[in-house]
């Protein structure tokens, strides 16, 4: 099956700094990409779906310009926490979908993240 | 709206029978999925319902009625393991997962 790779799997960073998140898919294509954050005993949210070559799509109440994604690639999305506070910590997890309406979904292996 | 709804939390005892419920709004419904989800770690896809009826596959089912906009998930002959998150999610463009269910089974 595809897959997809996600790194790191876990950062642990000073507050104000910047931290990048890489989704590669390696053995398909993936025209789009979306990226979500889970807290501790909660559901994924969506943050954004990203496609290939262009500007992301981010949801209501996500900062786009806190949380940068690019997607210059078919087999590469970045998701940048820039100047990270605390209440950024979380689980971030990737995936990338193949067909026309999303039924196929994979997932990374997702990066938990800490800011001290 | 994108409203998917379900129990927050469940236990169950290992060997018992436990139904985790979905329910969604019915409009520009295609098709419902379920997956698992160990705390730290991807979803995993369990199941994906299109049509009405139940579809059964080992230890797990999952039951769809597109007129009610429910489903549910039935996890039989349960074991220690299955205590993780389930979430279901319709099969739109904006890939929208339920509000989850965590299970814990108890020995």
């Known amino acids: 099956g595809a897959v997809v790779s996600q790194h790191p799997s876990w950062v642990i960073c000073k507050s104000g700094t910047s931290v990048k998140i890489e989704c590669r898919s390696l053995?398909?294509?993936?025209?789009?990409m979306f990226w979500y954050r889970q807290f501790p005993k909660q559901s994924l949210m969506l943050m954004a779906t990203?496609?290939?070559?262009?500007?992301?799509?981010?949801e209501q109440g996500v900062e786009k310009d806190k949380f940068l994604i690019n997607h210059a690639s078919l087999t590469l999305s970045t998701l940048t926490v820039t100047s990270a506070h605390p209440e950024d910590s979380s689980f971030y997890i990737c995936?990338?979908?193949?067909?026309?309406?999303?039924?196929?979904?994979?997932f990374g292996s997702g990066t938990q993240l800490s800011v001290l | 709206g994108q409203n998917i709804d379900q129990p927050t939390e469940m236990t169950a005892t290992e060997g018992a029978i436990v139904q985790i419920n979905c329910t969604y709004q019915?409009?520009?419904?295609?098709?419902l999925f379920w997956y698992q989800q160990h705390a730290g770690e991807a979803p995993t896809f369990l199941s994906y319902?299109?049509?009405?009826g139940l579809e059964e596959k080992g230890r797990f089912s999952s039951f769809l009625s597109r007129s009610k906009g429910y489903s549910y998930l039935l996890l039989k002959e349960l074991q220690m393991k299955d205590s993780a998150s389930y979430l279901c999610?319709?099969?739109?463009?904006?890939?929208?997962f339920g509000t989850g269910t965590r299970l814990q089974v108890f020995p």
């Open positions: 995936s990338a979908s193949i067909g026309r309406r999303n039924e196929k979904l994979f």
């Open positions: 053995d398909f294509q993936a025209t789009t």
């Open positions: 990203s496609n290939e070559g262009s500007k992301a799509t981010y």
């Open positions: 019915t409009s520009g419904f295609n098709g």
């Open positions: 319902n299109v049509l009405d």
């Open positions: 999610r319709r099969n739109t463009d904006k890939l929208i």
